[in-house]
């Protein structure tokens, strides 16, 4: 089966400038997840969805980041302003169904952020 | 919510040794327990995971075992090999979403 599709995979902004990650999640994958893993920690959840709607997005920092899963499907997670702090990799995930249990994560292959 | 440590950060072993990564977690609701192995620039996979009603699993070199009532779990690679070096993860969940991640284990498996 087709993984997690990522893009870009690789992007260097400046500060306070805009920039939008994507995500095309396995054929029939329900969940989908956004990480964010800083250089040398765990990755660490943004966001949840599950078909079109938002699960849990407790850890997304509002003022800045967003995310939208039009569709149930593919989905883009945007940083406007970016900041230093933002520089990490950015994972898209998904599973079959939100039970995890039955359905573990499949992750893709990650966005590298830069920002200067 | 949830808190996972995991230790060592790093860990280096010679071919062949054996290598144990162990992870702690707080909420004793958590039922599930997976292993990612991510190598430098790749996407983290999954390589095993157990859950609550289990208290070790095993595939071939590569073991988990529970303890839920100390809440730790740990991840043990036998015969190690040069291609076993990555950064490996623990996570705890608790079935339903949530997925929490610890620091990851850098292991190097010298020739």
């Known amino acids: 089966e087709a993984g997690v599709a990522q893009s870009p995979r690789y992007k260097i902004i400046e500060k306070r400038q805009s920039v939008a990650f994507w995500c095309n999640p396995i054929s029939g994958h329900a969940t989908l997840y956004w990480y964010q893993q800083i250089l040398g920690q765990g990755p660490k959840l943004l966001i949840q969805?599950?078909?079109?709607?938002?699960?849990?997005d407790s850890q997304l920092p509002k003022d800045r980041f967003s995310a939208e899963r039009l569709k149930g499907v593919d989905s883009t997670l945007k940083i406007q302003p970016a900041k230093l702090e933002d520089s990490a990799v950015y994972l898209c995930?998904?599973?079959?169904?939100?039970?995890?249990?039955?359905?573990?994560?499949?992750f893709g292959n990650g966005t590298r952020l830069t920002v200067t | 919510g949830e808190n996972v440590e995991q230790h060592p950060s790093t860990l280096s072993v010679q071919e062949g040794d054996s290598a144990v990564i162990k992870c702690t977690y707080s909420?004793?609701?958590?039922?599930?327990f997976p292993w990612y192995k991510q190598e430098l620039g790749k996407r983290p996979q999954l390589i095993i995971d157990i859950r609550s009603n289990v208290g070790e699993k095993k595939d071939q070199r590569i073991a988990v075992t529970l303890n839920k009532t100390a809440k730790h779990f740990s991840l043990h690679i036998t015969e190690t090999q040069p291609e076993d070096s990555a950064v490996y993860f623990c996570?705890?969940?608790?079935?339903?979403?949530?997925?929490?991640f610890g620091s990851g284990t850098k292991l190097n498996v010298k020739p």
């Open positions: 995930a998904s599973s079959l169904r939100a039970q995890v249990l039955n359905s573990p994560l499949h």
């Open positions: 996570a705890a969940s608790d079935g339903f979403n949530k997925f929490y």
């Open positions: 909420d004793s609701a958590s039922n599930y």
């Open positions: 969805f599950q078909n079109n709607g938002v699960v849990d």
